[in-house]
C-alpha cells in the first residue's frame, strides 16, 4: 500500500483507478486496500486508504488510515498517520440528512514534520482531516484548491498552517452547498 501512495503523489495515478466501486460497497471479506482520496498542499500531502484491520484482536474490521507525506530531497517521505474504524457500508454515498450537512469531519490527526530538531518547541506540524461529502457535492474549495469528490464522498484534506483551513462545499454547477470551519467544525460556518 506505501508503494500505491506514493506513486500516486509521485505520478499523480487516479484513486478512484484503484478504489472499489459500489457494487463493493459492503467491503466484503478479501477486498484489497483501495486509496480512497488524497489532497496535496505544496510540499506536503495525505492520502486516505481503506483497508482491512490488520491487528490479531480485529482482523476483519475495516478501517480508514489516513497517511501524511512530506516532499524532502526530492522524494516523497510518508511521516505517519492513524486509522479509525470505518462505517457500515463505508462506500455507499450518503445524504445531507444523514451526514446532518454537505460535510461532516469523522477523523483528524497531525504529525510532525521536523521531528529532527534538537529542540522540544517550535514543531512544524502537517495536518489532516478525513470527511464525508454529501450526495449532490460535487468538489470542495479549500483556500485556491478544489478537490473533486470521488463517488463515494470520501475525502482528505491537509493543510500545514496553524489555522486550519474553511472549506466550501459545491455543487456540479459550483454553486455553494455549505462552509464548514475546520478549526470549529462543531459550529457551522456561514457564507
Known amino acids: 500500500m506505501r508503494e500505491l501512495c506514493l506513486r500516486l503523489l509521485r505520478d499523480g495515478a487516479s484513486p478512484a483507478a484503484d478504489a472499489p466501486g459500489p457494487a463493493d460497497s459492503a467491503a466484503p471479506a478479501g477486498f484489497p486496500d483501495a486509496l480512497l482520496s488524497h489532497d496535496i498542499d505544496g510540499d506536503i500531502a495525505v492520502v486516505s486508504v481503506l483497508r482491512r484491520g490488520s491487528d490479531v484482536f480485529r482482523p476483519d474490521e475495516v478501517m480508514i488510515e ?5 516532499f524532502r530531497g526530492g522524494e516523497w517521505m ?3 498517520g492513524g486509522a479509525g474504524s470505518a462505517p457500515d457500508r463505508p462506500l455507499d454515498r450518503r445524504s445531507e440528512d444523514e451526514l446532518g450537512g454537505p460535510l461532516r469531519v469523522y477523523a ?3 504529525t510532525v514534520r521536523n521531528a529532527d530538531r534538537l529542540l522540544p518547541w517550535g514543531a512544524k506540524w502537517v495536518n489532516q482531516a478525513r470527511l ?5 457535492v460535487a468538489s470542495i474549495r479549500i483556500g485556491s484548491r478544489l478537490l473533486a469528490v470521488p463517488e463515494h464522498g470520501h475525502v482528505a484534506i491537509v493543510w500545514g498552517s ?3 483551513p474553511v472549506l466550501e462545499a459545491l455543487d456540479a454547477d459550483g454553486g455553494v452547498r455549505g462552509v464548514l470551519d475546520l478549526e470549529h467544525p462543531a459550529v457551522p460556518a456561514h457564507a
Open 162 to 164: 496553524r489555522r486550519a
Open 66 to 70: 489516513g497517511l501524511t507525506f512530506q
Open 108 to 110: 483528524s490527526g497531525r
Open 78 to 80: 510518508e511521516l505517519g
Open 132 to 136: 464525508r461529502a454529501a450526495d449532490g
